[in-house]
């Protein structure tokens, strides 16, 4: 019968050699660089500052260059015959960047490099991975913080500040604070009952073969996290940019390569979006998709997973942000002024084209009144020009397609006889793409104006009777598809119990006296449901462990001899 003796297991010791450990040394986590989660702070750009001098001197000179963006794979330059171009959305007719499609076979290139690199990549161990994304959020804080604030407002016609907030900040803190979330993960080890006889450790390891990432044009940090989390989390990347943040994106990707991620770890790949998702899909070694943008897009390739299932070697990872319709519920109780303050807001910032923008409004009708003279007045005093002009409020929209889509919904504005536009309304693209603030208000809760995303700078607003307050809170929930963000007004308390119950799903992120946009990495960790996404929760721990493959590992330092068991005996 077998006994364990203190003897006894000093024997396997010096037998076994087991105060080596293999396993412990290979999840050791007790290097591990020590740095906070610390959100990067938001500078200013105030006159006279250090940093509105140092973005004005990189706005000149971005302004005056092409910059020449070639594809990337393996590390290697590629340039096709298939040229392309980014230009200012608020002057059409200047250029910024000049790039190339990947066609089919460069696109297959580039899994072939990933698949290799990521064998490589995945035994560095997660402290190396660590110190390259601190320096990684150091030169984006430092040396290159301006060129990516300047790249962001010429290219998505953000000012100065939604850059900042964007390229810059956010952008830091999905670098910083990601791996913080993985360095903590790693900390957790196993339950192990005798540690004297057996030894349970974890450790996180990427997905054989490789994501693409498929990110936005409206925020820079969008694109880095999408590319580079799964890369942190010990992944290959094949990163399809958004052809209109072409060059913001370039310098991200020109910056984790300085703070040494490998070569083939990352393969740069503009593309045509059919022949991207077509190629990744085809490849038995498509290990996930990480992905921003519409409803339509990721439908297809869900379905086009869905329909290479039994060629993969693993089953892919989907993860998947698809906008919203985001509203903003006013009660009889709610403070007038900032509702006002925070729709317009969270509304018009970067012409509405947030994911999670303030599209609808419903007010009960005893402050209708003041909230409509409030906007109207509000929407007046929105300075829509060139972004790099620093009294701008906001600048163009992204490119022709939005325009004609968003120019669309202010058309049937216009015809309906259930819509009157009582704020903007002009739209006009001669030189750049701009779109005036809209307010729409209407008697139809289920115009489509009020339920497909429009994602441009259009507010509708419905009244409803103030007695009828509990019964519209089941309107906004059953109107739209989409459940990402929402906001509630009110101060009485009652109520605010009652809507946070019965807003549960229709919004992932929901703000209580607070507008709709503004999620910060750590603090609000950003997703939703139904439509809207799988709510992965980018900001938040759990995403960055999305992208691992975790593997269980048992040592045991008390080799087992017996067959059979005591009970047999």
């Not at 105060?19 to 412990?24: C, G, Q, V």
């Not at 984006?140 to 300047?150: D, G």
């Not at 925070?342 to 910032?349: A, I, N, P």
């Not at 996404?533 to 691992?548: E, F, H, I, M, S």
């Amino acid at each position: 019968m077998f006994r364990c003796t203190q003897t006894f297991l000093s024997t396997v010791r010096l037998r076994w050699g087991c105060e080596r450990r293999w396993a412990s040394s290979v999840v050791s986590v007790d290097s591990l660089p020590d740095f906070p989660a610390v959100n990067e702070p938001v500078l200013g750009y105030l006159a006279g500052s250090p940093e509105r001098q140092e973005i004005q001197e990189a706005l000149k000179k971005s302004s005056a260059e092409c910059v020449d963006v070639p594809i990337i794979v393996g590390g290697q330059e590629i340039r096709t015959k298939d040229v392309r171009y980014q230009v200012m959305p608020h002057n059409h007719g200047k250029r910024i960047a000049k790039f190339y499609y990947a066609d089919a076979k460069v696109i297959g290139q580039a899994i072939d490099s990933a698949v290799e690199a990521q064998r490589a990549w995945d035994r560095r161990p997660i402290k190396e991975r660590l110190e390259i994304w601190e320096r990684a959020a150091q030169l984006m804080a430092t040396k290159y913080r301006a060129r990516l604030n300047a790249a962001t407002m010429l290219g998505q016609s953000k000012t100065v500040i939604q850059a900042e907030i964007d390229s810059a900040a956010e952008l830091i803190d999905f670098i910083r604070i990601n791996a913080y979330f993985l360095k903590e993960a790693s900390k957790y080890q196993p339950i192990s009952p005798n540690p004297k006889v057996t030894r349970n450790f974890l450790r996180f390891r990427g997905i054989d073969g490789f994501v693409a990432a498929i990110s936005p044009f409206n925020f820079t940090a969008i694109g880095g996290n999408l590319a580079y989390t799964p890369v942190l989390a010990g992944n290959a990347v094949l990163w399809k940019p958004s052809d209109t943040a072409l060059l913001s994106n370039w310098l991200i990707y020109t910056i984790m390569t300085e703070a040494g991620v490998p070569p083939g770890v990352v393969n740069f790949v503009p593309a045509d979006g059919p022949t991207f998702g077509k190629t990744i899909t085809a490849s038995p070694h498509l290990a996930g998709i990480n992905f921003t943008g519409s409803v339509p897009t990721f439908q297809w390739l869900w379905k086009a997973v869905a329909q290479n299932i039994d060629s993969y070697v693993n089953f892919p990872r989907l993860i998947g942000e698809c906008g919203g319709k985001n509203f903003h519920f006013v009660h009889p109780s709610a403070e007038v002024a900032t509702v006002v303050a925070g729709t317009l807001r969270s509304s018009f910032e970067f012409c509405g084209q947030k994911c999670s923008a303030c599209s609808r409004l419903y007010a009960p009708r005893s402050l209708w009144p003041k909230i409509k003279e409030g906007l109207i007045a509000g929407a007046k005093k929105l300075t829509i020009a060139d972004p790099t002009e620093f009294s701008t409020f906001t600048g163009a929209v992204i490119d022709a397609v939005a325009f004609k889509r968003i120019s669309g919904y202010i058309e049937h504005a216009k015809k309906s006889k259930n819509l009157e536009i009582i704020a903007g309304g002009k739209c006009d693209d001669s030189k750049g793409y701009f779109i005036e603030p809209t307010i729409v208000e209407t008697t139809d809760p289920r115009d489509k104006i009020m339920t497909e995303e429009i994602f441009g700078p259009v507010l509708t607003c419905y009244v409803y009777d103030d007695k009828a307050a509990e019964a519209t809170l089941k309107e906004v929930t059953e109107a739209t598809k989409f459940a990402l963000t929402g906001a509630v007004f009110a101060q009485d308390e009652s109520f605010l119990k009652k809507a946070l119950e019965e807003f549960k799903m229709s919004a992932g992120n929901f703000y209580i006296n607070d507008k709709s946009t503004g999620s910060v990495v750590g603090q609000q960790p950003f997703g939703g449901g139904r439509m809207s996404g799988t709510n992965d929760k980018a900001g938040g721990p759990q995403y960055v462990l999305r992208w691992t493959s975790p593997q269980a590992i048992k040592e045991t330092y008390a080799p087992q001899t017996d067959v059979d068991y005591p009970y047999m005996r």
